[in-house]
């Protein structure tokens, strides 16, 4: 089903956790709630599924105003964050419990229960607790007993938050694969910008109870609305400079022409380069100096010193003929492929805490 | 189990630790209960008929009769009191939060007290009462309120400890399955609550069986009526049957004891937390 949230306020005692939040979600579609922890995603979650009463504004399910309809009348299923499985009923107990406190008969509890324990891959576990199981059966046994009564939208409160990394990487192709057949119209809700990304039709970024930006995830990383949201999505260098015929100079590296600057001329900027958007080469006249080169995976991650002392980082794929001659104590010229800019406005934009679980490297003076 | 994780072999000074805690347990437990023994023991046949006379069994009884009652409304308080506790959120809940102990500190002879210059008849309610043919002072009513006023409180902490370890996340998820309140209580939140209802129901009997002085006052402790196991201790000291005393004292500690022991097996059973 269709959803559409305007203008939804939530206020927990002094504090204003959700803002004037506004999106709309299509049939169908696999959308992301994104941004650090305690941004207020998990409370527009539980509005949504009515375990919250918000304070203002307005959540439609289908084109039906919801906001006086009881959680229990709203056809909508939600994976808590941290299982809230039922802990003295067994699997096949969970899953069928939807069912049963809607006067299901046994016989499709039963069935159901078997379609759905087959379809997660937990058949042969109906008579386990959820004591007796690891994390990531947990996990799939929340979301068969959430999707059991065939709800019309799913809601996923950061659903791998509590499995390991491993386990969380399979969790993430399986629930879009899950997605793929059962075309439940799903938001989810994470922290993580890589499961947003893997996972997601499209991505809301949500920033202190405010929706920075919502779009598909490409559109998210290559034309991010706010610095926040350039800074949130990936690992990121940043530089202050002053804009010149639309482009700007930081201790000996040129950047190209910023997108979000053009036009601008004399005004101060924040200069945001993600780490694949650079380009280092051997140069003994060069602008820098490599101080580690640690690979990490099927990349490798550059870090070196700008001659101002700023440090700066880029990462390349292992093989990658960039890293030809790159070595601890190279001098290296940089060249910005990309690169956008924000004005930078006032001291309150600049001096804002941007909490991101992505590492944030200035390498300005502020 | 030595080797049970935790757990270890004194070393010095825990030695004398360990020595001061087995000379309190068995100096101030241990020695008084073997001397009660003894006594029972040297005149074996005058304590049973001392025991099986009417009036001990009949004391005996309503002891047992009035636990029975205090664990059903005690049950039933005690839920509701819990859910009411951690689950709203009120005007005057912390006041109410902090009230509910209050049984366990004032004295059950002052608690028996203010309820007969409630109940009593020439109490606040006595005209009342009376005109309703009512009898609660000196009457099993009497005996009831007092109990459940003392035992109360035990049945009610211990849930509501439980609630709020359990959080609301599972009838959170009850909701959102469809489930009315009636079926979340009965099907989620009740059954969470087995392990606290035993651990309550455990100490409300425990306390029940051993209430004195509130049941002295309140109900008189009138031989064949509202005479309950610690009060006919209590007469049967005064009147200088100490056969009966004694064998009715080591009833009494015979039944704590097995209630002590019955809840430490449930809790080292299997899928018991």
Known sequence: ?366 | MASAPGRSRPVGAAWLVVAAVALYVGGLLVVPLLALTRAVLADLPGVASALTAADALRALALSVGLAAISLVLNGVAGVTGALVLTRQRFLGRRLLDALVDLPLAVSPVMTGLAFLLLFGRNGLLGPVLQSLGVKIAFALPGLVIATVFVTLPFMLRELALVLEELGTSEEDAASTLGASAWQTFWLVTLPNLREGLTLGATLTVARALGEFGAVLVLGGAITGRTDTATTFIHNAMEERHTTSAYGMALVLAAAAAALLLLLQRRSQMPGVK
Request: charged share 25%; proline share 5%.
């Open chain 1, 1 to 366: 089903m269709g959803i559409r949230v305007q203008n939804l306020v939530k206020n927990f005692g002094p504090n204003r956790v959700v803002d004037d939040v506004s999106f709309e979600v299509r049939p169908g579609e696999l959308v992301a709630l994104l941004g650090p922890s305690g941004g207020g995603k998990s409370t527009v979650l539980r509005i949504i599924a009515g375990l919250e009463q918000a304070d203002g504004g307005e959540v439609w399910l289908d084109g039906r105003r919801v906001d006086a309809v009881h959680a229990r009348e709203r056809q909508v299923g939600f994976v808590f964050q941290h299982y809230a499985l039922f802990r003295h009923m067994t699997v096949a107990g969970n899953v069928a419990f939807g069912l049963r406190v809607q006067g299901a008969t046994a016989q499709d509890q039963t069935a159901r229960v078997k379609h759905l324990l087959g379809l997660m891959g937990l058949a042969g576990l109906e008579d386990r607790l959820p004591a007796q199981l690891s994390g990531g059966q947990r996990q799939r046994v929340a979301l068969a007993r959430a999707l059991a009564p065939a709800p019309k939208l799913l809601l996923l409160d950061e659903p791998f938050g509590a499995v390991d990394a491993k386990v969380r990487e399979e969790l993430r192709r399986w629930l879009r694969k899950l997605h793929d057949e059962v075309h439940t119209t799903s938001i989810f809700v994470t922290h993580d910008q890589e499961e947003a990304f893997a996972v997601s039709d499209r991505v809301m970024v949500i920033r202190q109870g405010r929706l920075e930006q919502a779009g598909a995830p490409m559109e998210i990383l290559d034309h991010p609305a706010t610095e926040f949201v350039a800074r949130f999505v990936g690992e990121v260098n940043v530089f202050d400079a002053t804009m010149h015929a639309g482009t700007a100079r930081v201790a000996g590296v040129t950047f190209p022409p910023c997108e979000g600057a053009e036009g601008v001329d004399g005004t101060p900027v924040r200069v945001i380069v993600r780490a694949y958007d650079l380009k280092f080469w051997k140069d003994d006249a060069g602008v820098a100096r490599v101080d580690r080169v640690l690979p990490i995976g099927d990349r490798v991650r550059v870090e070196a010193t700008l001659d101002d002392g700023a440090p700066l980082f880029a990462q390349f794929p292992r093989r990658s003929s960039l890293l030809t001659g790159i070595h601890a104590g190279t001098r290296i010229a940089v060249e910005v492929t990309h690169a956008r800019a924000w004005p930078i406005e006032g001291a309150s934009h600049a001096g804002a805490p941007i909490a991101t679980t992505s590492e944030v490297r200035s390498a300005a003076p502020r």
